[in-house]
């Protein structure tokens, strides 16, 4: 699967961005899609992810912040993100896993497949 991460952006804190990750063929729905962001000088870290039957999984820090979705027919997920942080700023990529236990949603290691990244700028 190819995937391509789109909507990246600049806003001021307690603003909302929405990520789209648009994939290729038809097998989309059997893959656990992930989101991850790397900030300058930090290792990527998980940021979300959503598996087969649609559960999502969030980093303690987004939660209640952030919402993953996906939307098997059109091949695409989605992450909202509302009340935006300075510490929010990062290229965010989605990626693709279709074997993949629920313990290692969090591990950028254990997908496949990546997409190009996005900018998310968040200012004070």
């Known amino acids: 699967v190819q995937l391509q991460a789109s909507g990246g952006g600049s806003v001021q804190a307690g603003g909302s961005l929405r990520l789209f990750c648009a994939a290729s063929?038809?097998?989309?729905?059997?893959?656990?899609i992930g989101w991850f962001r790397q900030a300058p000088g930090k290792e990527r870290e998980f940021v979300a992810a959503i598996n087969r039957g649609a559960s999502e999984y969030y980093k303690d820090s987004v939660k209640g912040r952030f919402t993953v979705s996906r939307d098997n027919a059109k091949f695409m997920a989605a992450l909202q993100m509302n009340s935006l942080k300075p510490d929010d700023t990062a290229v965010y990529y989605c990626a693709a896993s279709q074997s993949i236990i629920v313990s290692a949603y969090s591990n950028p290691v254990q997908y496949a497949y990546w997409g190009q990244g996005t900018q998310v700028t968040v200012s004070s």
């Open positions: 063929g038809h097998t989309f729905r059997s893959y656990v």
